[in-house]
């Protein structure tokens, strides 16, 4: 299948602090990009949509300000954490949706995951 | 809301195929069966999808009842690398959100 990466897979932050994570489609364009949030021995929570160069759309209960979304590329989208606290803690997922070349049709693939603790 | 049912958990002996259901009672006529897995602390993995017929691959098959009610994940012969966390999605496929349940945990025992 196709490749999305995460960056960094790991980051430990102190409480106050922002901190980035990367989400890459490495071998196709992803026209939507996808933010997710799993809490330990829970399923994955969906956070925020976004397409390339509009604004993110927001799920319901999922502060906008606090988690900001770019995706100002086919190819990448990041996710700001602003003013982590130790409550923000958690696995981070990120998935990207495009045409993919080889089954010529648009496909959902998921990043690694990034695991962020707020000390 | 996840628009499906699964088992919270279902044990399989190594080397046995792996039945998982899912319950999909109110699919509407455009919406695909998609199956992920995620391995413990990775990204979720795509396996397998449909709209009505049955279908196969390198790593599983998929079969859909005639009504579309339902539907089922065979690994034909589980090992211990399949121990996983398996979600049954319904999707609009090109134009809609991955929404997940709360998935069936398979624990594949030697």
């Known amino acids: 299948g196709a490749v999305v990466s995460q960056h960094p897979s790991w980051v430990i932050c102190k409480s106050g602090t922002s901190v980035k994570i990367e989400c890459r489609s490495l071998?196709?364009?992803?026209?939507?990009m996808f933010w997710y949030r799993q809490f330990p021995k829970q399923s994955l929570m969906l956070m925020a949509t976004?397409?390339?160069?509009?604004?993110?759309?927001?799920e319901q209960g999922v502060e906008k300000d606090k988690f900001l979304i770019n995706h100002a590329s086919l190819t990448l989208s990041t996710l700001t954490v602003t003013s982590a606290h130790p409550e923000d803690s958690s696995f981070y997922i990120c998935?990207?949706?495009?045409?993919?070349?080889?089954?010529?049709?648009?496909?959902?693939?998921f990043g690694p995951g990034t695991r962020l603790t707020v000390t | 809301d996840a628009k499906t049912t699964q088992p919270t958990s279902m044990d399989c002996a190594e080397g046995r195929a792996a039945n998982l259901p899912c319950n999909h009672s109110?699919?509407?006529?455009?919406?695909?069966v998609y199956w992920y897995r995620q391995i413990h602390s990775q990204g979720p993995q795509y396996i397998i999808h449909?709209?009505?017929n049955n279908e196969t691959n390198e790593m599983a098959s998929l079969i859909i009842t005639e009504d579309r009610k339902s539907s089922t994940l065979i690994l034909p012969h589980a090992t211990l690398r399949d121990t996983a966390v398996y979600y049954c999605?319904?999707?609009?496929?090109?134009?809609?959100?991955?929404?997940f349940g709360p998935g069936t945990s398979l624990s594949v025992i030697p």
């Open positions: 998935s990207a949706r495009g045409l993919v070349s080889r089954s010529r049709t648009y496909e959902q693939y």
């Open positions: 071998d196709f364009q992803a026209t939507t």
């Open positions: 976004s397409n390339e160069g509009s604004k993110a759309t927001y």
């Open positions: 109110t699919i509407s006529g455009n919406e695909y």
């Open positions: 449909g709209l009505k």
């Open positions: 999605i319904v999707t609009l496929t090109s134009y809609d959100k991955v929404i």
